[in-house]
């Protein structure tokens, strides 16, 4: 079992979080194009090789971060410090507050990612 | 739809008179198959010697007369999935799409023994998923009609039947699941996976394909295409580069399975596969209890018992996505806890072995077949937890893609444009944990 930086509450147990999968930039609701919808929901990297993906702390601070983990070794790098902002700006870094719903959640990642 | 030419896949028929004859003149077999060295040029090359390159192989140099074909492995032949799965073998899929493709597999399978000449040990005992939630239930009627339509095999039974199928099972109401009937599938099986790949080597061999293992793909060669180096939309496959040199070839076909996302970077094509590790274990052999093969969705857990008394124990993938096939003393007790719910009897066996290999899971459970934007790049992957099962029709009909050039209406519904066009061929809901 991983121990995962949660900027939180520490590292944590993997069970206690769910990975949400690669931090993926979303594409303008409004213009975008069918492509960019179906690159968007389903293309993903994969590398054998560093990615930057999206935790869920299910049950500890129930926040949502994005950490950077080797995909062939599972060491985590740059785990983020509560009030970073985190992982790369161009994603849509999901942060919701103690209520953190999924529907929250979503509510939040409609706003364009800068 | 093309049929195997018969018979003659190796130079020396396997039979009991080939045994005695052996026996008796102490000769030894030969080599099953042969090693090469690497040509400059092929025109096909396949990597990934798992039973889908195999198979696609053995096809195109047996039903096309496409024999300047080379297999590519980085490690051993069959040392991917298809040497670390549970063998479930049928067809109750969910999708009419799906169910035809996988009974044409199962078709396959049932005369490979003779067409192969090898022993698959191919073992018909019946497949039970079983219901423990109204709503499963439902899923499972759905399922059974479905098959139906198409001829399947298939039906819903309710827990007596199931008690009488596989007594060992607990069917009262105490458990915390109890079983509320099961989806029955009696042409599904298990099969010796290993005799499989074996099997297709031989034949492809035998065939004239060169088999390399040890050779490890650390390049795509593409010419044109719109990425840096030519690779990408609208280029062009011009060969490969390997630890041993680089081959030149028109036509790269990726079988890698849980390694196919690295394999068509290489080529400037993304897919949208995530690779997850499933793990599986196996206990201490005992006498032969378990005659049917049993899968329950809600505890994630399946199992079978081989012929020589082993239970094989399954479960659904683990949450990691990763390339790492190290096993997790969480899959083990999260499997134990499950099993004994359904097997109470059980709780003293041993187990022997935990194993993981890769899976490459897609967004909707169907594989990615066919052509690519970068012509001469063709997938095979997408196999996820299931993709065993459909190695001898992936086989024959790649290779009847690659001889035709174009896709054959089977694998038509798996092509990767569905992707950006929402056709999506669901099986999440008979694939997820019966494999
Ligand atoms: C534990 C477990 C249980 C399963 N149970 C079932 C089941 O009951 N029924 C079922 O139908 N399916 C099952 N599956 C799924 C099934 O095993 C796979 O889908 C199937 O074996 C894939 O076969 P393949 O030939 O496509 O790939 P693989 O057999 O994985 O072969 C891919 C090959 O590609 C090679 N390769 C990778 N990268 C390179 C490179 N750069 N250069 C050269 N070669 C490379 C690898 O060495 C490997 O040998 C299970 C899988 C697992 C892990
Ligand atoms: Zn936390």
Redesign the pocket.
Known sequence: MLLVPCPHCGPRNQSDLRLLGEAVPRPNPNTATRKEWGDYLYLRENPADWVTETWYCRVGCRQYFTVERHQATNEFRNPPLPGDKVGNSTYTTITVGSSGSQRGANANSEEQPS | MVSIRKPNPGPLRYSAATLARKGLSGDDWPRVWRDHDLKKTYDVII????????ATAYYLATNHGITNVAV??????????????????RSNYLTPEGVAFYDRSLSLYNTMAADLNINVMFSERGHMTLAHTDSALRTMHWRAEVNKLQGIDSSVIDPQEVKKLAPSLDVTSHPRYPILGALHHPPGG?IR?DAV?WGYARGADHAGVHLHQK????DILCEGGELAEGKGAGGKVTGVR?NRGDISAPIVVN?????GS??SNMAGVKLPIVTH????AVTEPVKVFLPAVVVSGSLHVYVSQTDRGELVF?ASVDPLATYSMRGSLSFTEELAGHILELMPGISKMRLLRQ??????MTPDYSPIMGFTPVEGHLT??G?????????PV?GEQMAECIATQQTPKLIAPFKLSRFETGELVGEKGAAAVG?
């Open positions: 990597i990934g010697g798992g039973v889908h390159g195999l590519l492995d980085k490690g051993y032949l069959g040392g991917g999935g298809s040497g670390r799965n549970t063998a479930i073998v298990i996976h790949v050779t490890e793909v650390l390997t079988c890698t399975a849980g390694w690295l394999i590790p499933l793990e599986a399954g194993w993981a290999g890769l899976c490459d095979d992957v196999w996820g937890t299931y993709g065993f099962k459909a190695g992936s494999h």
